[in-house]
C-alpha cells in the first residue's frame, strides 16, 4: 500500500485530548493535501476522530476549524493555485472558508471504538496508561481485516512492550509528537526492535510531508524527551524542597519557577512546565519509568498534590488549570501551598524574593526574542559569562540547574537513550522550544 492509500482511512484514539487534538489536526490537513491534488480526485479520505466525549468532540472541531483558518491564511498562494479550477472562489476569504470546510469533511467525530476497525493507520494518543493503550489496540487487532499500522504517541512505555503485548509483528512505532502538535516542530520516532522497515518508511514520509524534525530514540522508557524532563523536573521539584527549609514552600516554588524561566531564558518556568502538561499525567510518566532504571524516578509531593486533586493540565477551552501554580489569562499569580491547601498570591513576597535573586544583567532577553535570535551564540556567551559574574542567588540557583539538566543530557547518552548529544539538544530545542540545547559550553 503506497504513501497515499495508506492515509485513506485513518482513526485517531484519544482525539479530543490535548496532544490527540493536534495530532488529528494535522493528519485532516496532510489528508486534505492530497485529497487536493487532481491525481487523488476520485478517492475518498475518513478520518475517525474517536474519543469518549460528544462535548470534547464538538470543541475539537471548533479548534480545528480556528487552526485551519491560521494555516490557511499563510499558505493562501499555494491554495489559490489548489483551488485554481474553483471559479466561484475569488476572494482570499472564500478560498480559505472552502479550506476549512474540505479538512472538516474528511473528519468523522465519534465515540465508537467501531470506527477504527475500518482504519489502516491508527494514531493511538490516550492515557499514558499502557493497560488501556494495550486494551484498545488489541480490540481493534480483534475486530479489524486490515493489519493496520499503529502510531503510538506514548511518551514513555516501551514500543517493543506494546508490540509484544498485542502481538503486532512489528506494525508499530513510536511517533512522538510534543505539546502542542501544532507548535512543536519535534517528532520523538521511535522504532522498535522489530518495528517493520516499511512502517519506519512511511514514518519518515508523514513525518517530513507535516515539515516535522525527526530525532530517532532507542526504545527505553520515557524516551529522550521524558528522559530529561522528567529528571529536570524532579530536580526542580527537590531545589524548591531544598530551598524551602529555609524560606518556605511557596517562595521556593517562586524562586525556582522564576530561575528556571527568566535566568535560564526558556519558555516556560519548571513548575509551570509541569503544570502545563498535567501533575498527574507527569505522575503516570514516572510511574511507567521507574522500574526501568536504577535511580528514584518517583516524587512524593506529586502523590501528595495528585491525592489533593491538585492536577494542572488543560481545561477543555484550552486554558491553564491550577496545579503548583495559580493562573489568571494563562499567567502565574500564586502558588500552592500543601499545607495549607490554598494558593498564596505571589503579590505578599514577590519583591522580597526578586530582590534575593539578584538582578538579571543587563545582556539578559526575554526568550521570545532570544529564540528569534540569529547569533544566539553570542548572546548566550556573553549573558551567561555576565549572570556568573553577577554572584547571585539567582545566577547560583541557574548555574546548578544548568548544570544538572546537561548531566541529565550526558546520562541519557551514556544511557544508550540517546544516539548523541547532538540529538538530546534538538530535541530540547525543538520539542521544548528551549533556546539553546542543554549540551553547552555555559555550563561546562
Ligand atoms: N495549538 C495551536 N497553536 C498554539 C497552541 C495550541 N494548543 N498553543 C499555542 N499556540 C500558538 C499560539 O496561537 C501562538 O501562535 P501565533 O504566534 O501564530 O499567534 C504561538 O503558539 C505562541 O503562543 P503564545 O503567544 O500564546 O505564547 P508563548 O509565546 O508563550 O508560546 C508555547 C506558547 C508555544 C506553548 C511556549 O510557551 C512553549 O513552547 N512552552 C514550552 C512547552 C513545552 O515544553 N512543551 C513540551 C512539553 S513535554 C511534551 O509534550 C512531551 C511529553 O511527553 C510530556
Redesign the pocket.
Known amino acids: 500500500m503506497e504513501y497515499t492509500n495508506r492515509l485513506q482511512n485513518v482513526a485517531v484514539l484519544g482525539a479530543a485530548g490535548k496532544m490527540g487534538s ?1 495530532i488529528l489536526l494535522l493528519t485532516a490537513v496532510e489528508m486534505a493535501n492530497l485529497r487536493l491534488k487532481p491525481e487523488n480526485k476520485d478517492k475518498a479520505f475518513s478520518l475517525y476522530a474517536v474519543d469518549v466525549s460528544d462535548q470534547a468532540l464538538e470543541g475539537l472541531i471548533a479548534y480545528v476549524r480556528k ?1 485551519v483558518t ?1 494555516i490557511a491564511e499563510k499558505s493562501i498562494v499555494s491554495l489559490r493555485k489548489a483551488y485554481e479550477d474553483h471559479k466561484n472562489l475569488v476572494e482570499n476569504g472564500e478560498i480559505i472558508d472552502q479550506y476549512v470546510d474540505d479538512v472538516v469533511a474528511i473528519i468523522r467525530p465519534t465515540t465508537r471504538m467501531e470506527s477504527a476497525y475500518d482504519a489502516t493507520l491508527v494514531f493511538e494518543a490516550v492515557n499514558e496508561n499502557p493497560d488501556l493503550k494495550v486494551k484498545l489496540l488489541s480490540q481493534i487487532e480483534e475486530n479489524s481485516s486490515n493489519d493496520p499500522w499503529y502510531f503510538t504517541n506514548t ?1 514513555s512505555v516501551p514500543i517493543h512492550s506494546l508490540d509484544e503485548r498485542i502481538r503486532l509483528g512489528g506494525r508499530i512505532i513510536g511517533f ?1 509528537f ?3 502538535p ?3 516542530k519535534l517528532v520523538e520516532l521511535i522504532p522498535a526492535k522489530n518495528t517493520l522497515k516499511e512502517v519506519q518508511e512511511f514514518a519518515m514520509q508523514y513525518a517530513k510531508a507535516l515539515k516535522k524534525i525527526v530525532v530517532p530514540s532507542n526504545d527505553i522508557a520515557g524516551f529522550i ?2 528522559g530529561h ?1 522528567m529528571r529536570d523536573a524532579l530536580f526542580g521539584i527537590q531545589e524548591a524542597e531544598r530551598l524551602a527549609e529555609r524560606k518556605g514552600f511557596v517562595r521556593s516554588v517562586y524562586a525556582i519557577n522564576k530561575v528556571t524561566q527568566d535566568f535560564l531564558v526558556r ?2 518556568g519548571i513548575f509551570q ?1 509541569i503544570d ?2 498535567g501533575i498527574d ?1 507527569v505522575r503516570y ?1 514516572l510511574q511507567v519509568m521507574n522500574p526501568h532504571f536504577d535511580e528514584n524516578l518517583h516524587s512524593p509531593l506529586l502523590d501528595r498534590l495528585y491525592e489533593m486533586g491538585v492536577t494542572g493540565g488543560q481545561n477543555s477551552d ?1 486554558s491553564q488549570k491550577n496545579g503548583f501554580l495559580k493562573y489568571e489569562k494563562g499567567k502565574p499569580v500564586a502558588a500552592f501551598d500543601p499545607d495549607k491547601q490554598d494558593y498564596v498570591s505571589f503579590d505578599s513576597f514577590k519583591e522580597e524574593e526578586d530582590r534575593i535573586l539578584g538582578e538579571l544583567p543587563a545582556s539578559w532577553s526575554p526568550w ?1 526574542k532570544a529564540v528569534r535570535s540569529t547569533a544566539k551564540d553570542q548572546l548566550f556567551s556573553g549573558y551567561f559569562s555576565d549572570l556568573k559574574k553577577a554572584n547571585t542567588t539567582g545566577s547560583e540557583l541557574a548555574f546548578r540547574y544548568g548544570r544538572k539538566s546537561r548531566n541529565i543530557a550526558l546520562q541519557l547518552v551514556e544511557q544508550g537513550v540517546a544516539h548523541n548529544k547532538e540529538d538530546v539538544n534538538t530535541v530540547l530545542m525543538t ?3 528551549h533556546a539553546y540545547g542543554p549540551v553547552n559550553k555555559y555550563f561546562e
Open positions: 493536534g487552526q491560521k511518551s512522538h510534543y505539546n502542542p501544532a507548535v512543536q524527551g521524558n524532563f519558555p516556560m512546565l502545563y502538561v499525567v510518566i484550552g521570545k520539542g521544548f522550544f
